[in-house]
C-alpha cells in the first residue's frame, strides 16, 4: 500500500506534525472521534453495573489467557467436529500463505472479505494481490480506504479521517457516481450496489473473528452492515481469520463481551449483527486460521500479556488526546493509538520504537478499556524496555545520564540552579538548542532571582 | 505530625512562590513544616524518558532526605504519582516503602489528613480548574469522566472555600492540557495544540485564572497563554488557597 510504505519511514512525531499543518482538519477529526467518545459514555451510563461489568470481562480474559493452551486445543477440537479445517499459523507469512492455498485449490480469483484487523496486521491484502488475487474489502469504510489505496486509520472506523465530500470525489473517480455528489446515503446505495455484484460473484468470503468460543468451536463476528454474513451466505468457501487471543471459554461469558463491545466502540447497545458462524452448510467448506505471530512471546511477559485482553473496540482511541490531534495515520501500524503503541512494539522495537512516546500518559485509555487494559503502565514500561534495549538515541541517553548525575547530587544541583537557573537548560522538556521545540509555539518561563531553595535559606531557615 | 515537603525541581527553580505559598499555607493551617534542604527532583524526567534505570541515585538521595516524616507533602500530583509507583532504594527498601505510602499531593493532604472545612482565602475571580491527569488519574484527585461512578473533586471542594472565587464550567473536565514531560518537545506540534484546545475551553467560559496541582501543566499552557498575549494567566492551587 501507497501511503504505507510512505509512511513507515518516518515517526509519529513527524506525521503529527505534518497533520498538524492544517488546524481546521485537526480539529474537525478531534471533534468527530470525541463525539463518539461522548457517545460511549452516554451507553456507559445507562448500565449502573458497568465497571463490574468490565471487571468481569477482564478476569474472563485473564483465565482465558491463563489457560490459553486448554481453551485452544478444546476449540480445535469442537470446530473440527463441526466439520471445520482448522489452520495454525506461527507468523503473518504463514497466515498469508495458508489463505493464499486455500484461496488457489478452488482455482477462484475473487475474494470478499469482511473487517479483521488480523489480516490487516499481517497484510493479507497486498499478499493475495501479489498473487494475482482480486480482494475486495466489503466494510464501507474498510472498501474507502481500499480505493484511496490507503490502511484503515482506525480499527473501527476505518476511513474516519476522510470528509464526506472526498469521498464523492472518490467515488466518482471510482465508482463513477455523478461528480459533487456527497449525499452519504446516495453514496451508501452506490456503494451498496457496487459491492452487491462483488459479493454475488465471489464464492471465497475471508472474514475475521470477534469472539471463538472453546466450548462449541463457533466463531462470532459482529458487524454492523451484515456484510460478513452476506459473503459467508453467498460464498462456497468461508476462510476465519483470529488471533489466538480471541477466545472465551463458554458461550455464556459472550453476552458480557457484547455488551461491552459496541457500547465502548461507538455507543450503540449492540451491533447490528452478531453472526455465530458455528460449522459449514452443505456443500460449503469452512476453514479457520489460528495465529500467533508474537501474541505466545508477550503471554510469556508478565508486564505486557494484558495486552493480549483486547477486543478491539477502539475506546481508547478515541478517548486518546493524541491520537484525535495525530490522525490514525501517525502510528504508522495497523493498529493505531494507545493499544497500537503497545502491539507494535513487541512485533519490531526497531520500527515502533517512537510509538510508546507518542503519549502524554494521561491514563484515560486505561480508563474506557472494556477489558481493563493497563495502557498506559504498559506505555511506560516500554519506554524502559526501548531505553535499556538502545532504542532511543545516544543524545537522549547521554542527556539524561548528566541529568541524573546533577539530580542525585544536591550541591552541584543548587550552584547549577544559581548560574542561570541548570533546569532551564537541561530539563528535557525545556532543553534550549537551535530549534527549540518548546519556544516554537510557547514563551518561555521567565527565570526568577531566587529559586525557592534560595528564598528558604534567606527567609526560613531554622538555626 | 512531621511534615516534610518536597519541592518539585522545576517548581524551585521558575515557580518559587509556589513553594513559598505551599510552606506558607500549612503553616497557617497549623502545620510544623520541614524543608529538607539537600532535595533535588523525583527522577521522572529520566523515568519517563525510559531511564528509570539511570534514577538510582536520585531514588536514594530522596530516600536519605524523606526518611523519617508522617507525611511527605508535595504541591504536584504527577511528582507525587512518580514517587507512589516508583521510588526504590537499594541499600533501604523499607525506607522506600515507607515514603511511597506517605507521600500525599497537596489537595489530598488538606482533605483527607487535614480534613479543612474553612479557609480564610479570596480570591474574587473566574477561576478555570484544570485538572492534571496524574493527579486526577493516577492519585484518585476526583473522579475521571470515563468512569460510571459518582462524582467528587478533593481540588474543586477546597475552590469551593475561597471567598470571591467563581469556579467556571468547562465542556471537557478532564482532558490532558498535553504537557507529557519530554512529550512536550518530542511531539511538540500535537501537544501544542492540546494546550490550545485545552486554553479555548477555558477561555470560551470566561476564565481570568487557570488553576490546577500541576505546575508542569500550568507552565506549558502559561506559555501558549503568554505566546497568545492573553490576559488569562495561571495560578498553581497553593496561591489561591493561601491567598488574602
Known sequence: ?463 | MKVAIFIPCYVDQFYPQVGIATLELLEKLGVSVFYPEKQTCCGQPMANSGFEHLATSCNDLFVENFSGYDYIVCPSGSCTLHIKDHLHASANEPAAEKIRSTVMELTEFLTDVLHIKNLTAHFPHKVGLHQSCHGQRGLHLSQMSELVSPGFSKPQHLLNLVQGLELIPLDRTDECCGFGGTFCVAEEAVSVKMGKDRIADHLHHGAEYITGGDMSCLMHLEGILRRQRSTTKVIHIAEILNAG
Open chain 1, 1 to 463: 500500500m501507497e501511503a504505507q510504505q510512505h509512511t513507515a519511514s518516518k515517526d509519529h512525531a513527524t506525521l503529527a506534525d505534518t497533520f498538524n499543518r492544517d488546524e481546521p482538519r485537526v480539529d474537525w477529526h478531534d471533534k468527530t472521534l470525541w463525539f463518539v467518545r461522548q457517545k460511549r459514555d452516554k451507553a456507559a451510563w445507562q448500565i449502573p453495573e458497568w465497571e463490574h461489568l468490565r471487571e468481569t470481562a477482564s478476569q474472563i480474559k485473564h483465565n482465558v489467557l491463563a489457560n490459553l493452551h486448554h481453551y485452544l486445543l478444546s476449540f480445535e477440537q469442537q470446530a473440527q467436529q463441526n466439520g471445520v479445517t482448522v489452520h495454525w499459523a506461527a507468523n503473518a507469512e504463514e497466515h498469508n500463505q495458508i489463505v493464499h492455498s486455500i484461496i488457489q485449490k478452488t482455482g477462484i480469483t475473487r475474494v470478499v472479505k469482511s473487517k479483521s484487523m488480523l489480516t490487516e496486521e499481517c497484510h493479507l491484502n497486498d499478499y493475495l494481490q501479489a498473487q494475482g488475487i482480486d480482494v475486495v474489502d466489503t466494510d464501507l469504510g474498510e472498501r474507502i480506504v481500499q480505493l484511496a489505496n490507503e490502511p484503515p486509520s482506525h480499527i473501527v472506523l476505518p476511513c474516519i479521517h476522510w470528509k464526506k465530500e472526498e469521498i464523492g470525489e472518490l467515488f466518482h473517480k471510482h465508482l463513477g457516481t455523478p461528480e459533487g455528489n456527497s449525499d452519504p446515503q446516495f453514496l451508501t446505495a452506490a456503494a451498496r450496489v457496487h459491492l452487491r455484484e462483488r459479493f454475488m460473484t465471489s464464492p471465497i468470503a475471508i472474514t475475521g473473528v470477534n469472539f471463538a468460543i472453546a466450548e462449541t468451536g463457533e466463531v462470532v463476528v459482529c458487524t454492523n452492515e451484515g456484510n460478513a454474513d452476506l459473503g459467508v451466505q453467498l460464498s462456497d468457501v468461508h476462510i476465519a481469520c483470529m488471533g489466538i487471543e480471541k477466545l472465551i471459554p463458554e458461550r455464556k461469558h459472550l453476552g458480557v463481551f457484547l455488551r461491552l463491545l459496541a457500547r465502548s466502540a461507538t455507543g450503540q447497545p449492540i451491533t447490528t449483527y452478531s453472526s455465530h458462524f458455528r460449522k459449514p452448510r452443505p456443500g460449503q467448506h469452512m476453514h479457520i486460521v489460528l495465529v500467533d505471530n508474537g501474541r505466545s512471546e508477550r503471554l510469556g511477559s508478565d508486564d505486557f500479556r494484558n495486552a493480549l485482553k483486547c477486543i478491539r473496540c477502539g475506546a481508547c482511541m478515541n478517548t486518546c488526546p493524541v491520537y484525535r490531534r495525530s490522525g490514525g495515520h501517525s502510528y504508522h501500524y495497523a493498529i493505531a493509538g494507545p493499544i497500537g503503541s503497545i502491539l507494535a512494539p513487541a512485533l519490531d522495537m526497531k520500527k515502533n520504537a517512537d510509538l510508546p512516546f507518542a503519549s502524554t500518559l494521561c491514563g484515560s485509555c486505561s480508563n474506557v478499556c472494556p477489558v481493563k487494559i493497563d495502557i498506559h503502565d504498559q506505555l511506560y514500561k516500554w519506554r524502559q524496555v526501548l531505553a535499556k534495549d538502545g532504542y532511543v538515541g545516544s543524545t537522549k541517553k547521554n542527556g539524561m545520564k548528566g541529568m541524573a548525575f546533577v539530580l542525585s547530587h544536591p550541591r552541584i544541583y543548587r550552584i547549577s540552579g544559581s548560574v542561570g537557573r541548570w533546569v532551564s537548560r537541561h530539563m528535557p522538556f525545556l532543553v534550549s538548542n537551535s530549534l527549540n521545540p518548546w519556544a516554537k509555539q510557547r514563551e518561555m518561563p521567565t527565570a526568577p532571582k531566587q529559586s525557592f531553595g534560595e528564598w528558604y535559606r534567606t527567609n526560613k531557615r531554622k538555626a
